[in-house]
């Protein structure tokens, strides 16, 4: 079915830490993966993404690992930060019979301790 | 400005209430969604649009409606409210050039 889930529903770190968060995705199909932040009261916004054909992508103080073996996605943020407390979803592109869509995770709240 | 736009902000109804939640974007995106956001539940889709001519359907359309009034514009209607309608409700959009979507702020919407 489709489904993509996270397998921590809330995540405390220590500032200065590094944060990883993990999502499991059902579709082997799948070919492109997005992560989003949502702070509080605002909508989700966009952190990073990776294509089916890559295990690996870097961005600011943000990776994003892939392994399609397993089918499992992972967020690292280093050096956590305050600003970093959100709830992270993944999400999954399903493309089929023309029409395109993402499928989202539940969410995981991410918070930082001082 | 945004780039999406909702309004209101936050809503308190009524049971048995119209209410409609309006979005607008200023992307020039062919596709607009919306979603609904429960805790726990994450983002469900209700129903989506890929042009102005284009409505389909989510996964929990039952009791909303939606009219793509303009390809910048996409509300969606309870014609009918119920307290379990109460939630966050997101808009989005999308284009063919890259599969994210961009979201709007949400509406916080109460039916009591």
């Known amino acids: 079915g489709e489904s993509v889930g996270l397998h921590l529903p809330t995540l405390s770190v220590q500032e200065g830490d590094n944060s990883i968060i993990n999502c499991a995705y059902s579709n082997s199909a799948s070919d492109y993966f997005i992560w989003y932040k949502q702070e509080s009261g605002k909508g989700p916004q966009f952190i990073i993404d990776i294509r089916s054909n890559m295990d690996k992508r870097q961005g600011q103080r943000v990776t994003v690992l892939l392994n399609k073996t397993v089918k499992h996605l992972s967020l690292q943020i280093a050096a956590t930060q305050p600003g970093d407390s959100a709830v992270y979803f993944c999400?999954?592109?399903?493309?089929?019979?023309?029409?395109?869509?993402?499928?989202f995770g539940q969410g995981t709240r991410l918070t930082i301790n001082p | 400005d945004a780039d999406v736009t909702q309004t209101p902000r936050n809503r308190i109804t009524k049971t048995g209430k119209r209410i409609m939640l309006e979005c607008s974007q200023t992307k020039g995106h062919d596709r607009m969604y919306w979603y609904r956001q429960d805790p726990g539940l994450g983002l469900r889709l209700i129903y989506y649009?890929?042009?102005?001519?284009?409505?389909n359907k989510g996964e929990i359309s039952d009791g909303y409606s939606v009219s793509r009034q303009a390809q910048a514009k996409f509300s969606l209607s309870l014609e009918s409210a119920i307290p379990n309608q109460t939630a966050l409700y997101f808009c989005a959009t999308s284009d063919r050039k890259w599969y994210g979507y961009t979201f709007g702020s949400g509406t916080r919407l109460t039916v009591v």
């Open positions: 649009s890929f042009d102005v001519k284009d409505i």
């Open positions: 999400a999954e592109n399903w493309s089929r019979q023309g029409a395109q869509k993402l499928v």
